[in-house]
């Protein structure tokens, strides 16, 4: 059983227009004779309605700190620092002080912070229709509704995120519906009880382009109509672009960069982020020419020794300072932050 951590009566605050700060949070994972420092120090905020996009390669931390917020990480996992969260009723909660199994986090994932999971097919259990597991959403958080109203609720739903003859639908089981259809149903089934807090961890990375448009355009609709802040966690720059209001650039467990899409996209200063970009194919681009290729992968964030994470693979790379000691953030313009040691060499 995952073990209760106590909970703590000490009153917290956040800045009036956030609903999420999160602090140095660290997440460890014990695995067999070692541990994998995942998550090393991750610190952002976001405001109400904000969408912010966590972007970088796979293993470097994107998801562990997603699942760390609302709580949803393996029972392996030891985690430090503050998530503190801004509910319905305006109190703040430190979400890393309340117990992942108890009523009080029960009661916020569901109806406050959700998540729309990587892969639609695997969200859903084959033995129920389509229809009995939105409804159960319902029904567990709010038990004074009756199953009638319900599933009334699931079918308006239903409607809004574009599924054609939801009357139909409502009772079939997921092998019927294609991919798009199960994403679209899984967004219906995380806004049933309208949170304020959405988690998409890369929600169209096994849909084809044009059902990927569409589900990024409801998604956005969906935002204003609620008004949700969005974490959305991909590795589509292009994405990022066309969704996000600001980007945090993550890379072996921590945030390298972090600014507004215009400050990452126009004014890119770590040798990371502009290598993302660099991958990037253009319109303009021969088919003889090669997509720029960064060298290397992120290694395993095991045994870690104190330098820039990226200094292996970094064509600037100072020696003596990168490879050797650990990189403060700075500050290149108000609301763009970056961890590099270059930095401090434009002063």
């Known amino acids: ?53 966590l972007v970088g390669e796979s293993g470097c931390g994107k998801s562990v700190t997603s699942k760390e917020i609302l709580g949803i990480n393996p029972n392996n996992c030891d985690s430090t620092g503050q998530v503190l969260f801004r509910t319905k009723s305006g109190k703040v909660l430190n979400l ?10 029960r009661g916020i994932r569901g109806t406050e912070m959700a998540m729309i ?12 229709t389509i229809g009995n597991q939105l409804a159960e959403i319902i029904l567990i958080h709010e038990p004074r509704t009756t199953k009638a109203q319900a599933r009334q609720r699931v079918l308006e739903m239903l409607k809004k995120v574009g599924i054609a003859n939801p009357e139909k639908r409502i009772d079939q089981y997921p092998h019927e519906f294609s991919g798009g259809m199960l994403q679209r149903a899984l967004i219906a089934m995380m806004l049933l009880c309208s949170p304020d807090f959405l988690v998409a961890d890369e929600p169209t990375t096994a849909l084809d382009v044009t059902i990927q448009a569409q589900i990024l355009e409801l998604m956005k609709s969906l935002q204003q109509e609620f008004g949700m802040s969005i974490l959305f966690i991909t590795h589509d720059l292009g994405t990022v672009a066309n969704m996000c209001d600001k980007v945090a650039v993550m890379y072996l467990g921590q945030i390298v960069e972090y ?17 993302l970009l660099k991958s990037l194919p253009k319109m303009d681009q021969s ?7 960064i060298d290397g992968a992120v290694p395993l964030a095991v045994n870690l020794k104190p330098s820039c994470g990226f200094h292996d693979r ?7 300072t990168c490879d ?7 500050t290149v313009e108000p609301g ?12």
Do not use: W
């Open 314 to 320: 970094c064509g600037e790379c100072v020696k003596g």
């Open 1 to 53: 059983m995952r073990r209760a951590k106590k909970i703590t009566r000490q009153e917290y605050t956040i800045g009036e227009e956030n609903i999420l700060e999160v602090k140095d949070l660290r997440v460890n994972i014990k695995v067999d004779d070692y541990v994998l420092n995942a998550v090393r120090g991750v610190s952002f905020t976001m405001k109400k309605g904000e969408t912010l996009g």
């Open 287 to 293: 088919r003889a020419e090669k997509l720029y290729v």
């Open 117 to 128: 999971f990587q892969e639609p097919m695997t969200a859903f259990s084959p033995l129920y």
């Open 336 to 347: 763009h932050y970056v961890r590099c040691a270059l930095m401090e060499r434009k002063g």
């Open 259 to 275: 600014g507004s899409v215009g400050q990452i996209f126009h004014n890119p200063q770590h040798p990371y982020t502009k290598g």
């Open 96 to 105: 890393l002080t309340l117990d992942k199994d108890g009523e009080v986090y």
């Open 324 to 330: 050797c000691q650990e990189i403060g953030t700075y």
